[in-house]
C-alpha cells in the first residue's frame, strides 16, 4: 500500500508539471515592412505572404496598433516595455554612434529567464553594440545570431565602410553566399528543432528580428521569381524580401506542427515602423510613411497567435501600443501556470497587461497611446481614444506626405507624375553608377530633397535642435512642446498642430485643431505628463570618428570605385569600447554625409552623368546641327 501510495504521488507530481509547462514565445519583427504588404490587413495585396496570413487568421489581429516611427525605438519599446522617449532612444542609431540601451532598465529576456526560460536572438539587435555592456548576451539572451547595428548587405554582411556584421555570440561569423534571412529562418529553425528534440527542455523566448525588407532590396532569385507578377521594380523587389520571411514562417509553422508544440508556442507578429515607398513598401489606407508621425509611419500590422489562451480569433479594435507585449506577454504565461511573477519596476512600465482584453473581447485596457516625441526634431504625437493630436514637426525627417496608392506600372508614387518620375529615375541612375546596396543615405537625401517641394521646401523640415545638454552635442535636453510657437507657424501646406478624428478620418485629411483648440491644449498636457521623467536623449546621427572601419575604407581606390558594402577586406563591427569608456574623450561629428568621402564621390558622379554628360551630348548634337 505505501509503494502504491509512493507511486501515485509521483505520477500526480508528474501530471502536474507537466500542466504547468511554460509555453514557448516566438517574437517574429520585420523591418521597415508596409502595413498594407500583407494579406491579413490587405487582402489584395500583391505580395506574397501566404504563410503569415493562415497563422493571422488563426490569431488576434491588432487593428490599432501602434509602434514608434522608425527602428531603434520601436526595439526599445518591445524589450522594455517603455516609451522610447522614457529610456533615452527617441531616435534610431546610425553606424558609428557609441549608443546604447541602458542597463538601468530591465528588458523581456532579463525578466524571462528568472523564469526558467531560454532566451535566443535571430537577426537584428540595433539597441547598441559599441560597449560590451550594450551586447544581447549581457542583457539577458543566451544566444545571439545576427547583427548588432541597423541593416546590412543581406550578402556580403557589410554595412558600410569595410564594417562587418554578423555574428554568432560575440564571435564574427562569416559568409558573403547565403542571404541573411536564409541564415536567420535557417538558425530559427534549429533552435525549435533542438527544443522540440528534448521535451524536458526549458521553454524558449526566440525573438526572431528580421533585417528585411528594409533597404537594400537585395533579394534571393527564388524568391523573385515568385513576385514577378508586379511590374514596378521596387514593388518586386520588397516583395521578394517579404516572400522570404513568409517562406520562414510557413516553415516554423511546420515543425513546430511536427513537434506537437503549436498549440504550446505563443507567436507574435509585427514591424518595427511604416514602410518607405520608394523602398517598395505601401502603408495604404494610411497617410505618410516611416519617418513621420502620420499613421503609415507609427501604425504596423500585428497579430498573437496562442489558441490555448485566446480561444476565438478576431480583429482587436482596442488601443495596442508595442509596449503593450511584455506586461502581456508576463499575464499569458500567470494565465497558463497559475504562477504570480512579476516585473520588476512594474509600476514604472508605459506598456498595459492587455490579456484580459483580448480574452474577454473587450474594447480594451489602454485608452490612450503616447505615440512618439522626438525632442531633437521637436516632434510630439498622442492619441486617446478616437482623438490623435500631432504638435511640432509632422515629418522626422521624410517629408511623406501623402496617401499612397498601390502602383500599377513601373512607376513607384505618384501615377507618374513628373516629379515622381524625375525622383524615381535619379535613383535608377544611382543605382546603375554605384549598385542598389552602395548608396543607401545618399537615396533618402534624394528623397527628401525631391518630395520636400510637396511640403513647402527644404526650409520647412526640421534640423538638428539647439537645445543641447552638454557641449559635445551628445545628449538631447527634454522640453515641453510649445504650443503657442508652433501654432503661429502653421500653414495648410506644412501644418505644425494637427488634431484628427480618426475614427471618422483614418487617412487624416481633415484638421480640427482649429475647431477644438481646447482639446488640442489639453491632450497635449495628457502626453506632456506621459513623459514627465523622460531622461536626455542620446542624439542617435552622433557619429565616433574613431569607430572602426575596414582596412581599405580610407583608400582613394576604394571611395573613387563607391565599394560600399563590397569592400575585400573588412573588420568584425562589433564592441570596441570598454564599459567605463570616458565620451569626453572621443571625437564625434553629426550625420552619416558629415566629412563622407565616399559619398562625396558619389554626388560627383551623379552630377556628371546627370548634368555633364547631357550638357556634352546637347552641345554636340548642337554643334553638328549648325555646321
Same mark, same amino acid.
Given at each position: 500500500m505505501?509503494?502504491?501510495i509512493?507511486f501515485?504521488?509521483?505520477?500526480?507530481?508528474?501530471?502536474?508539471?507537466q500542466?504547468?509547462?511554460?509555453?514557448?514565445?516566438?517574437?517574429i519583427?520585420?523591418?521597415? +515592412?508596409?502595413?498594407?504588404?500583407?494579406?491579413?490587413?490587405?487582402?489584395?495585396?500583391?505580395?506574397?505572404?501566404?504563410?503569415?496570413?493562415?497563422?493571422?487568421?488563426?490569431?488576434? $489581429?491588432?487593428?490599432?496598433?501602434?509602434?514608434?516611427?522608425?527602428?531603434?525605438?520601436?526595439?526599445?519599446?518591445?524589450?522594455?516595455?517603455?516609451?522610447?522617449i522614457?529610456?533615452?532612444?527617441?531616435?534610431?542609431?546610425?553606424?558609428?554612434?557609441?549608443?546604447?540601451?541602458?542597463?538601468s532598465?530591465?528588458?523581456?529576456?532579463? +525578466?524571462l529567464?528568472?523564469?526558467?526560460?531560454?532566451?535566443y536572438?535571430?537577426?537584428?539587435?540595433?539597441?547598441?553594440?559599441?560597449?560590451p555592456?550594450?551586447?544581447?548576451?549581457?542583457?539577458?539572451?543566451?544566444?545571439?545570431?545576427?547583427?548588432?547595428?541597423?541593416?546590412?548587405?543581406?550578402?556580403?554582411?557589410?554595412?558600410?565602410?569595410?564594417?562587418?556584421?554578423?555574428?554568432?555570440?560575440?564571435?564574427?561569423?562569416?559568409?558573403?553566399? #547565403?542571404?541573411? #534571412?536564409?541564415?536567420?529562418?535557417?538558425?530559427?529553425?534549429?533552435?525549435?528543432?533542438?527544443?522540440?528534440k528534448?521535451?524536458?527542455?526549458?521553454?524558449?523566448?526566440?525573438?526572431?528580428?528580421?533585417?528585411?525588407?528594409?533597404?537594400?532590396?537585395?533579394?534571393?532569385?527564388?524568391?523573385?521569381?515568385?513576385?514577378?507578377?508586379?511590374?514596378?521594380?521596387? $514593388?518586386?523587389?520588397?516583395?521578394?524580401?517579404?516572400? /522570404?520571411?513568409?517562406?520562414?514562417?510557413?516553415?516554423?509553422?511546420e515543425?513546430?506542427?511536427?513537434?506537437?508544440?503549436?498549440?504550446?508556442?505563443?507567436?507574435?507578429?509585427?514591424?518595427?515602423?511604416g514602410?518607405?515607398?520608394?523602398?517598395?513598401?505601401?502603408?495604404?489606407?494610411?497617410?505618410?510613411?516611416k519617418?513621420?508621425?502620420?499613421?503609415?509611419?507609427?501604425?504596423?500590422?500585428?497579430?498573437?497567435?496562442?489558441?490555448?489562451?485566446?480561444?476565438?480569433s478576431y480583429?482587436?479594435?482596442?488601443?495596442?501600443?508595442?509596449?503593450?507585449?511584455?506586461?502581456t506577454?508576463?499575464?499569458?504565461?500567470?494565465?497558463?501556470?497559475?504562477?504570480?511573477n512579476?516585473?520588476?519596476?512594474?509600476?514604472?512600465?508605459?506598456?498595459?497587461?492587455?490579456?484580459?482584453?483580448?480574452?474577454?473581447?473587450?474594447s480594451g485596457?489602454?485608452?490612450?497611446?503616447?505615440?512618439?516625441?522626438d525632442?531633437?526634431?521637436?516632434?510630439?504625437?498622442?492619441?486617446? /481614444?478616437?482623438?490623435?493630436?500631432?504638435?511640432?514637426?509632422?515629418?522626422?525627417?521624410?517629408?511623406?506626405?501623402?496617401?499612397?496608392?498601390?502602383t500599377?506600372?513601373?512607376?513607384?508614387?505618384?501615377?507618374g507624375?513628373?516629379?515622381? $518620375?524625375?525622383?524615381?529615375?535619379?535613383?535608377?541612375?544611382?543605382?546603375?553608377?554605384?549598385?542598389?546596396?552602395?548608396?543607401?543615405?545618399?537615396?533618402?537625401?534624394?528623397?527628401?530633397?525631391?518630395?520636400? +517641394?510637396?511640403? /513647402?521646401?527644404?526650409?520647412?523640415l526640421?534640423?538638428?535642435?539647439?537645445?543641447?545638454?552638454?557641449?559635445?552635442?551628445?545628449?538631447?535636453?527634454?522640453?515641453?512642446?510649445?504650443?503657442?510657437?508652433?501654432?503661429?507657424?502653421?500653414?495648410?501646406?506644412?501644418?505644425?498642430?494637427?488634431?484628427?478624428?480618426?475614427?471618422?478620418?483614418?487617412?487624416?485629411?481633415?484638421?480640427?485643431?482649429?475647431?477644438?483648440?481646447?482639446?488640442?491644449?489639453?491632450?497635449?498636457?495628457?502626453?506632456?505628463?506621459?513623459?514627465?521623467?523622460?531622461?536626455?536623449?542620446?542624439r542617435?546621427?552622433?557619429?565616433?570618428?574613431a569607430?572602426?572601419?575596414?582596412?581599405?575604407?580610407?583608400?582613394?581606390?576604394?571611395?573613387?570605385?563607391?565599394?560600399?558594402?563590397?569592400?575585400?577586406?573588412?573588420?568584425?563591427? /562589433?564592441?570596441?569600447?570598454?564599459?567605463?569608456?570616458?565620451?569626453?574623450?572621443?571625437?564625434?561629428?553629426?550625420?552619416?554625409?558629415?566629412?563622407?568621402?565616399?559619398?562625396?564621390?558619389?554626388?560627383?558622379?551623379?552630377?556628371?552623368?546627370?548634368?555633364?554628360?547631357?550638357?556634352?551630348?546637347?552641345?554636340?548634337?548642337?554643334?553638328?546641327?549648325?555646321?
Amino acid at each position: 500500500m505505501r509503494v502504491f501510495i509512493i507511486f501515485f504521488a509521483i505520477c500526480l507530481q508528474f501530471t502536474s508539471a507537466q500542466k504547468v509547462k511554460k509555453p514557448n514565445i516566438i517574437f517574429i519583427l520585420t523591418d521597415d +515592412q508596409g502595413s498594407a504588404d500583407v494579406g491579413f490587413t490587405n487582402p489584395s495585396t500583391p505580395f506574397v505572404t501566404n504563410n503569415i496570413d493562415n497563422l493571422a487568421a488563426n490569431s488576434i $489581429r491588432l487593428s490599432n496598433y501602434y509602434v514608434h516611427p522608425t527602428c531603434s525605438p520601436t526595439r526599445a519599446a518591445l524589450m522594455t516595455g517603455r516609451y522610447s522617449i522614457n529610456v533615452g532612444m527617441s531616435i534610431a542609431f546610425i553606424p558609428g554612434c557609441p549608443a546604447g540601451l541602458d542597463k538601468s532598465y530591465q528588458i523581456m529576456p532579463e +525578466q524571462l529567464a528568472t523564469m526558467g526560460y531560454k532566451n535566443y536572438l535571430v537577426g537584428k539587435w540595433h539597441l547598441g553594440g559599441s560597449k560590451p555592456m550594450y551586447h544581447p548576451l549581457r542583457r539577458g539572451f543566451h544566444k545571439f545570431y545576427g547583427l548588432l547595428g541597423g541593416g546590412i548587405n543581406y550578402f556580403t554582411k557589410q554595412c558600410g565602410s569595410g564594417r562587418y556584421d554578423l555574428w554568432d555570440n560575440f564571435e564574427p561569423l562569416y559568409d558573403n553566399v #547565403t542571404h541573411a #534571412t536564409d541564415m536567420f529562418n535557417d538558425e530559427a529553425l534549429r533552435i525549435i528543432e533542438t527544443h522540440g528534440k528534448d521535451p524536458a527542455a526549458d521553454p524558449f523566448f526566440l525573438y526572431l528580428a528580421h533585417p528585411a525588407p528594409h533597404d537594400p532590396l537585395i533579394t534571393t532569385k527564388r524568391h523573385e521569381d515568385l513576385c514577378n507578377h508586379i511590374e514596378n521594380k521596387e $514593388r518586386r523587389l520588397s516583395c521578394a524580401l517579404v516572400a /522570404g520571411i513568409d517562406e520562414g514562417v510557413g516553415k516554423i509553422t511546420e515543425l513546430l506542427k511536427k513537434y506537437d508544440m503549436l498549440e504550446d508556442t505563443i507567436i507574435a507578429f509585427s514591424s518595427d515602423n511604416g514602410g518607405v515607398p520608394y523602398a517598395g513598401a505601401l502603408n495604404y489606407p494610411f497617410r505618410g510613411a516611416k519617418g513621420t508621425a502620420w499613421e503609415g509611419g507609427v501604425r504596423s500590422p500585428g497579430f498573437i497567435h496562442a489558441p490555448k489562451i485566446f480561444e476565438k480569433s478576431y480583429d482587436f479594435k482596442g488601443l495596442f501600443h508595442v509596449t503593450d507585449f511584455f506586461p502581456t506577454f508576463i499575464s499569458m504565461i500567470n494565465s497558463v501556470t497559475n504562477e504570480t511573477n512579476t516585473i520588476h519596476d512594474a509600476d514604472k512600465l508605459d506598456g498595459i497587461d492587455q490579456s484580459s482584453s483580448l480574452i474577454k473581447q473587450t474594447s480594451g485596457s489602454r485608452e490612450s497611446v503616447h505615440i512618439h516625441r522626438d525632442p531633437g526634431m521637436d516632434s510630439h504625437t498622442f492619441r486617446k /481614444g478616437p482623438w490623435k493630436i500631432i504638435v511640432g514637426h509632422h515629418y522626422i525627417p521624410f517629408p511623406f506626405s501623402k496617401v499612397y496608392n498601390e502602383t500599377t506600372d513601373r512607376w513607384i508614387v505618384d501615377g507618374g507624375s513628373w516629379r515622381g $518620375r524625375l525622383t524615381q529615375t535619379i535613383l535608377e541612375i544611382m543605382r546603375l553608377i554605384v549598385g542598389k546596396e552602395d548608396g543607401l543615405f545618399l537615396k533618402y537625401i534624394f528623397w527628401t530633397m525631391c518630395d520636400s +517641394q510637396y511640403v /513647402g521646401g527644404l526650409k520647412n523640415l526640421p534640423m538638428a535642435s539647439a537645445r543641447i545638454k552638454d557641449n559635445l552635442g551628445l545628449f538631447q535636453s527634454m522640453f515641453k512642446s510649445d504650443l503657442s510657437e508652433w501654432s503661429e507657424r502653421h500653414t495648410s501646406i506644412y501644418p505644425t498642430v494637427s488634431l484628427f478624428n480618426l475614427d471618422e478620418d483614418p487617412q487624416e485629411a481633415n484638421n480640427l485643431a482649429g475647431e477644438h483648440p481646447d482639446l488640442v491644449k489639453d491632450l497635449l498636457a495628457e502626453a506632456e505628463k506621459a513623459i514627465s521623467s523622460a531622461p536626455p536623449q542620446f542624439r542617435g546621427q552622433m557619429m565616433d570618428t574613431a569607430s572602426p572601419k575596414g582596412p581599405d575604407a580610407d583608400s582613394w581606390l576604394t571611395i573613387l570605385r563607391s565599394m560600399g558594402t563590397r569592400h575585400n577586406r573588412v573588420i568584425p563591427f /562589433g564592441p570596441y569600447l570598454s564599459d567605463d569608456q570616458d565620451l569626453s574623450k572621443l571625437e564625434f561629428i553629426p550625420g552619416f554625409m558629415s566629412g563622407n568621402l565616399s559619398m562625396m564621390v558619389i554626388i560627383i558622379k551623379m552630377f556628371l552623368v546627370i548634368v555633364v554628360l547631357p550638357l556634352l551630348i546637347l552641345y554636340k548634337v548642337v554643334k553638328f546641327a549648325t555646321r
